[in-house]
């Protein structure tokens, strides 16, 4: 059986089990949702949101994209988070990089890739950003490595300075963002431990909206 049409027999099989467990298991699915996270990936597909973290349907809020980007003028991710933020009221942001990404990777090279250039580019503004740092990196491992890092660092940058995250915060104290790298070989993930609140005190030197006084 092909891969695809192996799909629906999973399906049914997943129905099955979980009717099982608790008969009423879609009635109450279909009733809505409250996830407490957002959570923001790559679209790696060995990178799996809910099977590695062990979250459960209506628990979290997900958006995957090539190297978990949120690129200051992206309509799809803006709605994502004005929609988690402020409808769904998430407490906890979280963006998720992944060490072998190949989005990172590419955009480590010299190499046009057509429509995926502009996508790309965001990750270089964040070797840029970082160049110091890495290009004292003499190993090409380790750079790509501490690269991954900083784009998700900058990516929960772009979070805090939208109006959307500044306005819930300030008023609720929800929700926190949080940085994640998923290690391939291990299955760890690890917790970057940004420093959210200095990041929003910094960013709010030339971000503040003015949207809370
Ligand atoms: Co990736």
Redesign the pocket.
């Known amino acids: 059986m092909s891969v695809y049409r192996k799909l629906f027999q999973n399906n049914k099989i997943w129905r099955e089990n979980k009717q099982s467990i608790n008969a009423d298991y879609f009635k109450d699915l279909s009733e809505g949702q409250r996830p407490e996270i957002l959570y923001i990936g790559?679209?790696?597909s060995r990178?799996t949101a809910e099977e590695m973290t062990g979250i459960k349907p209506g628990q979290m809020f997900v958006h995957r994209n090539?190297?978990?980007l949120i690129p200051n003028n992206d309509p799809n991710s803006a709605a994502v988070i004005e929609y988690a933020i402020t409808h769904l009221k998430v407490k906890h942001v979280v963006v998720c990089?992944?060490y072998?990404?190949?989005?990172?990777k590419a955009a480590m090279e010299a190499k046009d890739l057509g429509i995926l250039n502009s996508w790309l580019r965001n990750i270089r503004d964040v070797y840029r950003l970082h160049k110091d740092e890495l290009n004292q990196i003499n190993d090409e491992e380790a750079k790509y490595m501490r690269l991954v890092e900083l784009n998700v660092q900058e990516q929960c940058l772009n979070i805090i300075k939208t109006a959307t995250l500044q306005r819930a915060y300030l008023k609720t104290g929800f929700p926190t963002v949080h940085g994640w790298v998923f290690d391939l070989h291990s299955g760890a993930i690890k917790d970057l431990r940004i420093d959210f609140e200095k990041m929003l005190t910094e960013i709010r030197e030339i971000y503040d909206l003015g949207t809370v006084k």
Request: glycine share 22%; with cysteine; charged share 15%.
């Open positions: 790559c679209s790696d990178v090539i190297a978990n990089g992944h072998k990404c190949g989005g990172v």
